[in-house]
């Protein structure tokens, strides 16, 4: 089976699994989603959903967010990892938001990618899942999931990001990087034993020689 013929494997079979999927972090517009990505680098969904109820009861906006001390923000995501820079972070971006684009989440790679705490990464999820603009965000999971899949020999997220974005329709682009993310968690976890990756096991067995 060739790459090409991989990458189509993949994207029939998720499409199978996941027709239907929505972004694992909870929110309700473009500041939001921003605020909840840049949370959840180095540590779940799960527990960043936890944290931004409490969060956003006191700041959903850039306006309400600059208003807030650090270390009240520090206090209310206490429980995430990374909490005091991530505070730091929040406020600064809600100050750079307020102060350069009147409040607004700007829809460019370039000017999100200007705000503390917010990567490339996190740029192309509030791209692909805000404003609906092909980009293809490369976690853990997509960044394991295509070099097991030999969909890319990137050893770093950029190579990947390439990788896949030569290889995938471009349409395809904002909800497959959700049904790889969340094939990775439910068939193929980084500290399990495969059992369950019946995708892998697909893309590479021997293809039956019939007489």
């Known amino acids: 089976m060739t790459k090409k013929q991989r990458a189509v494997l993949v994207i029939q079979e998720l499409e199978k699994l ?6 694992p972090l909870d929110h309700f517009d473009p500041y939001t989603l921003l605020v909840a990505v840049a949370l959840s680098a180095q540590t779940t969904d799960k527990k960043v959903n936890e944290v931004t109820p409490i ?16 270390e009240e923000i520090k206090d209310l995501i206490k429980e995430i990892g990374l909490s005091n820079t991530k505070a730091k972070n929040l406020k600064a971006m809600a100050e750079m938001l307020v102060e ?3 409040g ?5 790679f370039e000017e999100l990618e200007e705000l503390p705490g917010v990567g490339h990464k996190t740029a192309s999820v509030v791209m692909a899942q805000a404003f609906n603009i092909p980009a293809f965000p490369v976690d853990t999971h997509i ?8 969909l890319s020999e990137g050893k770093n997220v950029k ?6 974005k030569k290889l995938f329709p471009k349409d395809k682009w904002n909800k497959l990087h959700i049904q790889i993310i969340l094939y990775g968690r439910e068939y193929s976890p980084a500290r399990g034993k495969g059992e369950k990756d019946f995708l892998t096991k697909m893309l590479f067995e021997k293809p039956i020689k019939r007489a």
């Open 104 to 108: 607004v989440v700007p829809q460019s």
């Open 18 to 23: 996941y027709p239907e999927v929505a972004i």
């Open 159 to 164: 190579q990947v990001e390439k990788d896949a």
């Open 55 to 70: 969060l956003f009861s006191h700041a959903k906006t850039p306006f309400e967010m600059r208003k807030l001390e650090v």
């Open 143 to 150: 960044h394991r999931l295509m070099t097991q899949w030999k």
């Open 100 to 102: 350069k684009h009147n």
